[in-house]
């Protein structure tokens, strides 16, 4: 079974500069999670999708932060202007959702953002 | 407040058991986890503990539960090189959507 994909896996840009991340979860996984993960720190999640329908999004700098969930499958994390703080690696996690029990996450690898 | 709380590094030599430690913030949380992470890479769930439970074992893994204090642990038993990394505990909230709410993270160290 193939993982959660991202892309890029890192990322330079200037602050004020644009950026956007990609994310294809594992297929059949109604929910679609990103996380940010400031250095020595654990990921805070930022956006959390059940199929193309926001259902939290109360940590999202929404001044600044963007994101999609077009079909229900592929996301978007989008940042317009970027700020020094903003570096940190990016993380999108996948699960069934539906209210299982466990309901287990399953991590992509991250792109890894350093804004100059 | 949100913080789950966890110690910042431990270094044991390789064979020797090791047990890393985390303060999680809601009693009402439903699992918890244990996800570890390598250099460069994403997060692996290593295990969880349903919150009526105390104790679980798999394999080489324990993981203990104090309720009471909101306290759970990680024990690795006979740990390998291999197991460098940094371990997260993580809470399953029991209010809205269930989020995670991740600890800062224990990097552990294993010399041979």
């Known amino acids: 079974e193939a993982g959660v994909a991202q892309s890029p896996r890192y990322k330079i840009i200037e602050k004020r500069q644009s950026v956007a991340f990609w994310c294809n979860p594992i297929s059949g996984h109604a929910t679609l999670y990103w996380y940010q993960q400031i250095l020595g720190q654990g990921p805070k999640l930022l956006i959390q999708f059940q199929n193309n329908g926001v259902v939290d999004d109360s940590q999202l700098p929404k001044d600044r932060f963007s994101a999609e969930r077009l079909k229900g499958v592929d996301s978007t994390l989008k940042i317009q202007p970027a700020k020094l703080e903003d570096s940190a690696v990016y993380l999108c996690?996948?699960?069934?959702?539906?209210?299982?029990?466990?309901?287990?996450?399953?991590f992509g690898p991250g792109t890894r953002l350093t804004v100059l | 407040g949100e913080d789950v709380e966890q110690s910042l590094f431990l270094s044991v030599r390789e064979g020797d058991s090791s047990v890393i430690n985390c303060t999680y913030t809601?009693?009402?949380?439903?699992?918890l986890y244990w996800y570890k992470q390598e250099p460069g890479a994403g997060l692996q769930l290593l295990t969880y503990?349903?919150?009526?439970?105390d104790m679980k074992q798999d394999q080489r893994l324990t993981v203990l539960l104090n309720k009471k204090d909101k306290h759970l642990s990680l024990r690795i038993a006979d740990t390998q090189t291999g197991d460098s990394a940094i371990y997260f505990c993580a809470e399953r909230k029991n209010t809205g959507f269930q989020k995670l709410v991740f600890g800062t993270g224990t990097r552990l160290l294993v010399s041979p």
């Open positions: 996690a996948s699960s069934l959702g539906g209210g299982r029990r466990r309901n287990e996450q399953f």
């Open positions: 503990i349903f919150s009526n439970m």
């Open positions: 809601d009693s009402s949380s439903t699992y």
